[in-house]
T-cell receptor, first 114, second 109 residues
Framework: EAQVTQNPRYLITVTGKKLTVTCSQN?????MSWYRQDPGLGLRQIYY???????DKGDVPEGYKVSRKEKRNFPLILESPSPNQTSLYFC?????????????FGEGSRLTVL | QKEVEQNSGPLSVPEGAIASLNCTYS??????FFWYRQYSGKSPELIMS????GDKEDGRFTAQLNKASQYVSLLIRDSQPSDSATYLC?????????FGAGTRLTVKP
């Protein structure tokens, strides 16, 4: 089954404790992206990657890191989480950067930072 | 700041009616336009894409694009309770994908 898999789905952590949210897709997609969704603000892009070893900042990259060492994986790293990073996070992928609007989303990761 | 604006709703329509969802965008260079549906507690799923001016129909859904007015809409004919969800408008220019905050639609039986 074609899918984008995120883990963990739910996480409660404390300020400053490093965490990683993993994202993996099995569709051989070139393009991958991370979004956060907050009430009233919609989906905002954090980082995106057009292909292996190619990443770039989105609208709200502060406090986040990413890497793309393999085509299928695109982890999101919060080096020192803060309460304002409490949000619902989605990983998404598309066939290529030419189709960046036709996104397949993961199920989401709800993060709470205390 | 490139913006995508949607009426947050909620929009309530009776079963069988036409639901009309609207979206405006600020960047005239935008090239492609999308509608995503998001059920409560779920991830967004793509339901329509439109790339040129005019109408595009897919089953009960019709997307309409007017680039001169920077306006894109989604019509849902014969609305069903299962259409109750939040609808996200998304606008793409090269690698910059912008989402609206979404319109919550409720279809009442």
């Amino acid at each position: 089954e074609a899918q984008v898999t995120q883990n963990p789905r739910y996480l409660i952590t404390v300020t400053g404790k490093k965490l990683t949210v993993t994202c993996s897709q099995n569709m051989n997609h070139e393009y991958m992206s991370w979004y956060r969704q907050d009430p009233g603000l919609g989906l905002r892009q954090i980082y995106y990657s057009m292909n292996v070893e190619v990443t770039d900042k989105g609208d709200v990259p502060e406090g986040y890191k990413v890497s793309r060492k393999e085509k299928r994986n695109f982890p999101l790293i919060l080096e020192s989480p803060s309460p304002n990073q409490t949000s619902l996070y989605f990983c998404a992928s598309s066939l290529s950067y030419r189709n960046t609007g036709e996104l397949f989303f993961g199920e989401g990761s709800r993060l709470t930072v205390l | 700041q490139k913006e995508v604006e949607q009426n947050s709703g909620p929009l309530s329509v009776p079963e069988g009616a036409i639901a009309s969802l609207n979206c405006t965008y600020s960047d005239r260079g935008s090239q492609s336009f999308f509608w995503y549906r998001q059920y409560s507690g779920k991830s967004p799923e793509l339901i329509m894409s439109i790339y040129s001016n005019g109408d595009k129909e897919d089953g009960r859904f019709t997307a309409q694009l007017n680039k001169a007015s920077q306006y894109v809409s989604l019509l849902i004919r014969d609305s069903q309770p299962s259409d109750s969800a939040t609808y996200l408008c998304a606008v793409n220019q090269v690698n910059d994908m912008r989402f609206g905050a979404g319109t919550r639609l409720t279809v009442k039986p």
